[in-house]
């Protein structure tokens, strides 16, 4: 049983990349998913989010309107789509699961089922 975070990587700013959280032995489908990030020196803070049965999704005032937040069933997936990206989204990104809340939420202090290890997102001006 494994969630799995990927995609980081280096870009300049505006520029765009996807992060996947994949979960393996577990349905991802019934779990929210929240994505996290911390920066050197900084508290984690929650990103965004996506419900485990309406799919209903959360930004951080940060990301919104940049970021998209979605699921692909078939792929036991939810990905994280970061677009127009800014050197104050350069961070470690995490995400978790939630087994026990249909709602998601973009606490991170709180006993998730599952997290992901760290993919890291390093922006450039």
């Known amino acids: 049983v494994q969630l799995q975070a990927s995609g980081g990587g280096s870009v300049q700013t505006g520029g765009s990349l996807r992060l996947s959280c994949t979960a393996s032995?577990?349905?991802?489908?019934?779990?929210?998913i929240s994505w996290f990030r911390q920066a050197p020196g900084k508290e984690r803070e929650g990103v965004s989010c996506i419900g485990s049965r309406d799919d209903r999704t959360r930004y951080a005032d940060s990301v919104k309107g940049r970021f998209t937040i979605s699921r692909d069933v078939a792929e036991n997936t939810v990905y994280l789509q970061m677009d127009s990206l800014k050197p104050e989204d350069t961070a470690i990104y995490s995400c978790a699961a939630d087994l026990h809340t249909a709602a998601c939420t973009l606490v991170p202090h709180l006993p998730y089922d599952y997290w992901g290890q760290g993919t890291q997102v390093t922006v450039s001006s």
């Open positions: 032995g577990f349905n991802l489908e019934d779990y929210a």
